[in-house]
């Protein structure tokens, strides 16, 4: 199996750099598209492996929670997951064992060095994971979180991989999908923005993550826009 990389968590560590600018220029940006209808539980993930969803929703948990926010992030690849890496936490216990065990899953939250952000990690990785998340407990699980913080956020599995995304797609109230310059699809894209749309999971919008302007920049710019309205942007 290929090695899991660790999101890098730079809104936190480097809250200068033009990456945390652009994530708190997202966190404005899913303000504003939740003015009439509020997101309380928002799910991000990719058409395919390796386009910087984790990293993604990592940062916006800690730009989110700097911004005032109580915020929740809750690892939901219970293939690969890797939030527990990214803040440095204890992966022994947590959503796998609120479900199966029935465990309060407040009792397994983690807090992180971001004042008002908690984690809850994969636990065990189980043999069925599609069927974990799609049950009646996972929804219930949800809706109890939600009612404890302003945002619950959601790391899945790719959208195309496996049918875990599309699974929980159907239990919140936004999703956004991330893409990579340089390695995303436009064919892929689409399709993966078709496979929620079928879930009838409100689509906040694409974030386009991995342009360098030049040869000797490091940096990562996020352009996020939104397709509220149903028209038919262009995705690559």
């Not at 990592?58 to 939901?76: E, F, P």
């Not at 690969?80 to 029935?102: C, I, M, W, Y």
């Not at 689409?190 to 919008?205: D, I």
């Amino acid at each position: 199996m290929a090695k899991i990389s660790k999101p890098m968590l730079v809104a936190g560590k480097h809250p200068k750099s033009p990456m945390a600018e652009a994530y708190r220029t997202l966190r404005t940006n899913l303000s504003f598209a939740a003015v009439d209808q509020p997101v309380r539980t928002l799910l991000v993930t990719s058409a395919g492996p390796g386009e910087g969803k984790s990293t993604t929703i990592s940062n916006l948990a800690v730009v989110l929670a700097q911004g005032g926010s109580q915020v929740l992030l809750v690892d939901c690849d219970l293939r690969r997951p890797s939030q527990h890496k990214a803040f440095e936490l204890d992966n022994s216990r947590g959503l796998t064992n609120a479900l199966v065990e029935e465990i309060n899953p407040e009792e397994l939250i983690q807090a992180t060095s971001v004042e008002g952000l908690g984690v809850l990690t994969t636990g065990p990785l189980p043999p069925n994971p599609a069927e974990l998340l799609g049950s009646e407990r996972m929804k219930g699980l949800l809706s109890g979180l939600a009612a404890g913080f302003d945002y619950v956020l959601l790391d899945t599995p790719p959208a195309l991989a496996v049918t875990d995304a599309a699974v929980l797609a159907q239990q919140v109230d936004g999703a956004l999908l991330v893409a990579r310059a340089g390695v995303t699809r436009t064919d892929m894209l689409l399709e993966a923005r078709e496979l929620l749309a079928r879930t009838g999971v409100r689509l906040l919008g694409a974030i386009l993550n991995g342009i360098q302007p030049n040869g000797n920049s490091y940096y990562y710019y996020y352009y996020y826009y939104s397709d509220s309205a149903g028209q038919d942007e262009t995705l690559d």
